[in-house]
């Protein structure tokens, strides 16, 4: 008997340690050896600064992402979903353990004189019926109290692979959180670079106006004395009322990227007039190093996610097999039943069961079968998932490699062109006061160097967010040990 019983744990411990259905298997993406357009790249082989923002050198900057991070509630969000998914898990994770119920009760009963008892004593016929069926139907009292147990032997897998779809969900709800952090570290810095390229786009425009007005006042003095033809005055009443106009919708935009930035940081509107106000705009882009394309799987988040979430949908084919098995369970219980209260503690007061149960699907009209069919399904669609999302970084990653490149050649033209249009305007300013050419002449001139500042605001602005959305597709803001 010893030896069966030694054999028989034996048996359990071997059937507890089988999981039915695939195991994952950590995907291997696709990907370059290196970047097809790495001209933008001032390092292939460096990694990504995971503070890339840091590289503005602008402590404004740097305060509004460390506010962000503590204070934005989209991300507060991802991360009670974290927090949810970790529940989640443990509530998985308690299939692995007895489940032990306590119990204690107290019933005043009465029989009926017409029911079961009354049949059952007519069967038998015993004598003095009547006294007793009037016995029986006297109300008493029932205590009773303990305690029962159950625990499913988990010997196809069935709780292992509950729990291992748990952590792979879980896994991917940190994900979540981080694709959440990297996404807002890029806007707030694209929308302090916009603020920034719109602050100078309105200190050209009133740096314009202040010109033209002096040139105005210039030209009304030329007019009176009869040196210039009164055209000149109205071609400069127009161009100084011209760059009038566009200073109300400059302004209006600078108030709108103000409130985003507020938005992101959990503020009020104008909780951060005071802050913003100290904002400079930012020099030189900083370089940019991308990194190998191999660290793209482990960087960036939605990759992560992907694979986390086609981890779970292989774990899920596991539980749906385990249910096409019989589920075998042990269970027990212990309590105390008396009819007078001072005999409840009494060692003949005692009642127990034990034994083992044994579940066995026999016909479900195909159903379990049906779910396993569908969580392969769903485990294949997971994959192709995968694929797409690695595929669609890679090309996300190359595009915005190439615009980047364009807008570097661009804006190094523009700094040219803004150079030579300073030299040109200063050439016709001079000739224009000294009397030797027209006001037109000198006006295209000024015309000309004011579309070229512009245009090089512009450009200056457009890297900047350029270089953001690629630090971002590059899976920047966000380190490995954070989660």
Known sequence: MRNLAILSLSLVAVLSACSVGPSFEKPTPHLPQQWHNASAVASSSAAVDPQWWKQFDDPVLNALVDRALADNLDLQLAALRVVESRAQRAIAAGGHWPAINANAAYQRERQSEYGVNTRLIDVIGTPNRDR????????FDVYQGGFDASWELDLWGRVRRSVEAADA?????????????????????RTYLELAGTRDQLRIALDDVAAGSDQLALTE????????????????QAQVANVRAQIPALQQRETVLTHALAFLLGQDPDALDAVLAESRTPGAMPALAAGVPSELARRRPDIRRAEARLHAATAQIGIAVADLYPRISLTGSYGQQSLDASDFGEWGARQWSVG?????????????????????????????????????????IENLLTAYAAEQQRNRELASVLNASRDAWQVAHVRYEHGLTNYLVDLDAHRTLL????????????????LVALYKALGGGWQEDSG
């Open 451 to 466: 579309q070229a500042q512009r245009a090089y605001s512009e450009s200056n602005t457009q890297l900047g967010i350029q």
């Open 169 to 189: 969900s879980a896994a991917a709800s940190r994900e979540d959180l981080h694709d959440a952090q990297v996404t807002l570290i890029a806007e707030v810095v």
């Open 132 to 139: 007793i069926i009037s016995a029986l139907a006297e109300p």
């Open 356 to 396: 083992p149960s044994l579940s066995l699907p026999i016909f479900s009209g195909g159903r379990l079968r049906a779910v396993v069919d569908l969580r392969e399904i769903q485990q294949q669609q997971a994959a192709v998932s995968y694929q797409r999302t690695v595929l669609n970084a890679w090309h996300e």
């Open 221 to 236: 003095y030329r007019v009176q004395g009869g040196l210039v033809a009164h055209l000149d005055l109205s071609v400069q």
